[in-house]
């Protein structure tokens, strides 16, 4: 889980790999490096542990310059961050490499490679790589056919970038299981783990399979494929632009990215609704047919996906009538599941990349499941290419490592495929054109919630000190529960836990007392009554209960209960509503405990490693 990022053009890159790096800390963020090819033909590094802003005070204190040149932001796998271990990794003063990913066969390789006379400085995979791509090009190779024969000798998944002062002016890239995408200019070329990366310098891109392998040069650019094949990948130019990685107003990209829910949903849901029907062709050439076919959702999915799913479950089967299962997708590979051949498969990723994600979608095609379906951000993602069928969430660039609008723009597109899939099982017609209503209802009712921005930073303050959180929610609401949980932790760092209300008394009541705070979401809907007598239950063993309850629900402040409102919302949808107070709570926690709310301690935005 790291960034890379290399040019090679008319001018100087290394300002261009720096802020590359900026731009890609998101991906990894404990050490940082800058390789290039300086006038003299020889290769200069600077490595730094710590953030890209050290990268970039150590460059300013020793310049370095050149025309052809690599960089990286690494998230440990193998090593601890340390100069030692960041990239880029050089062997012999000749070739240099980045890489994203993990060699599995690394063991191997490095025993081979000390018979060789090969030293390691490192505790890294990835110097296997540099010293494989050198011993071919001792034997007289060129770099794109020694990388070429070094890819055959990898096991695992890999992005990589290769230089080497032999041949200035010259580039080799490839990927297998870890993306990478090259950025096109006027004389230059990129390439970047993402395209947020090279917004700045270029908005052409095209994408690389697994298998690729590009041999890039400032004025030049060959593409083959895993057979050595010459190919034509599709140029993509992209709509963003810079500004939208840019944070702006906010203090954060979190809060940022928080606001920009209701136009994100809105995005989501354009062109999809016609009238009071949701059009099926938004899912893709040959939708009906295989929609036609589904009798039972098999979702697999991590973290807030995972999350998003489990909401989606009591959708899917209290509207549509259709039996759905979710699953972790770091377990799914692992069980040896059953196979449903009538099941629609849901891979749900805000990147695309996710590796677990990815490796279960690859096993439910092996077991023979049914049709599969990406609800994704990214267009030109390994999961969007591999699946049947696609719905993009459209939610933009999310830089924030913990997900707010990746997972309500989630939510947004499950509950279109649960329409149109319920369609099929029985769902009345009245019932799709209240649906409809509410998901147009949806950007205005999340403004709505966000104007309890100033309530929740001032509620913040009772957290402050604070070392465990429960969270309680009932129905569709418990994965609700879950997520806020996971946010609270995420960036904040406070133990925080999720449970279904109901389940306090077989266990969790026995840690409920004034220091550990139960915060529930109380929809005003057929669970209310229920999830009213759990609430009491805290209140009686002298627990606080923090409360975000609908308007009309009569739930009120009192002794050790403090309620904030949110508006009177369709139960369907309140899923959706309730997520966003609790996203501000748990970024204005953090802001008070003083914590890197964008790139939180040990974790990183695209897992892209198993």
Not at 481 to 510: F, Q, T, V, W
Request: one cysteine or more; aromatic letters at 6%.
């Amino acid at each position: 889980m790291c960034g890379i990022i290399a040019a090679v053009a008319e001018r100087d890159v290394v300002p261009i790999l720096v802020e590359g790096l900026r731009r890609l800390e998101y991906r990894g963020y404990d050490s940082a490096g800058v390789a290039i090819i300086d006038a003299n033909g020889v290769i200069d590094r600077v490595r730094t542990v710590g953030k890209v802003n050290e990268l970039a005070a150590a460059i300013e204190t020793n310049p370095i310059r050149g025309f052809t040149g690599i960089a990286h932001t690494r998230w440990a796998t193998h090593g601890k961050p340390s100069q030692a271990n960041a990239h880029p990794h050089i062997c012999r003063k000749t070739v240099a490499v980045v890489h994203n990913g993990i060699i599995e066969n690394h063991d191997a390789l490095r025993a081979q490679q000390r018979e060789y006379g090969y030293e390691f400085t490192s505790e890294t995979d990835t110097e296997v790589v540099v010293h494989q791509v050198y011993h071919y090009l001792d034997q007289g190779k060129d770099l794109l056919a020694a990388v070429t024969a070094t890819v055959g000798d990898l096991q695992g998944a890999y992005a990589l970038g290769v230089i080497t002062s032999q041949e200035n002016g010259r580039i080799v890239a490839t990927r297998r299981g870890s993306p990478l995408v090259i950025g096109v200019g006027i004389g230059e070329h990129f390439i970047a783990s993402d395209v947020a990366a090279l917004l700045p310098v270029t908005q052409r891109f095209i994408f690389l399979q697994d298998g690729d392998i590009a041999d890039i040069r400032k004025d030049s650019l060959t593409i083959y494929d895993a057979d050595g094949n010459v190919v034509e990948r599709p140029l993509t130019v992209s709509e963003l632009s810079a500004d939208a990685v840019e944070r702006g107003q906010y203090r954060h990209y979190m809060l940022k990215e928080i606001f920009e829910q209701p136009r994100a949903i809105a995005d989501t849901l354009e062109g999809r609704l016609s009238g009071d029907r949701v059009l099926e062709e938004a899912f893709g050439p040959g939708a009906s047919e295989i929609f036609n076919g589904i009798q039972g959702v098999h979702i697999i999915a991590c973290g807030t996906s995972f999350h998003a799913g489990s909401v989606a479950r009591y959708w899917f089967e209290s509207l549509a009538r259709i039996p759905c299962s979710v699953e972790v997708a770091s377990e799914f590979r692992y069980r040896n599941p059953v196979a449903r051949k009538n099941s629609l498969v849901i891979a749900i990723s805000q990147s695309g990349e996710t590796a677990d994600t990815l490796a279960a979608l690859h096993e439910a095609k092996r077991l023979g499941f049914g049709h599969s379906m990406a609800i994704c951000n990214v267009p030109e993602s390994s999961m969007v290419r591999e699946t049947d069928l696609c719905l993009m969430t459209r939610a933009g660039p999310e830089i924030g490592v913990a997900s707010t609008k990746a997972f309500t723009t989630q939510l947004t597109a499950l509950m279109l495929l649960v329409i149109v899939l319920g369609r099929r099982h029985g769902m009345a017609a009245a019932t799709e054109v209240e649906l409809v209503r509410q998901l147009r209802s949806l950007p205005a009712a999340v403004e709505h919630a966000l104007e309890l921005n100033g309530e929740i930073e001032a509620l913040a303050q009772f957290f402050a000190d604070k070392e465990h959180a429960l969270f309680l929610g009932r129905g569709a609401q418990y994965p609700v529960a879950m997520e806020g949980a996971l946010k609270l932790k995420e960036i904040s760092y406070i133990h925080a836990e999720a449970y279904p209300a109901g389940e306090l008394k077989h266990g969790p009541l026995a840690l409920i007392d004034a220091e550990m705070p139960v915060i529930s979401v109380a929809p005003n809907n057929a669970l209310l009554e229920k999830l009213k007598s759990n609430l009491q239950e805290v209140r009686a063993r002298g627990g606080e209960l923090i409360v975000f309850a609908d308007e009309k629900s009569g739930v009120e402040t009192e002794a050790n209960v403090r309620v904030i409102k949110v508006a009177a919302t369709d139960d369907p949808i309140a899923p959706i509503i309730f997520t966003i107070p609790l996203q501000l709570l748990s970024y204005y926690v953090a802001v008070l405990k003083g914590t890197d709310v964008d790139q939180p301690r040990n974790l990183a935005k695209s897992v892209t490693v198993e």
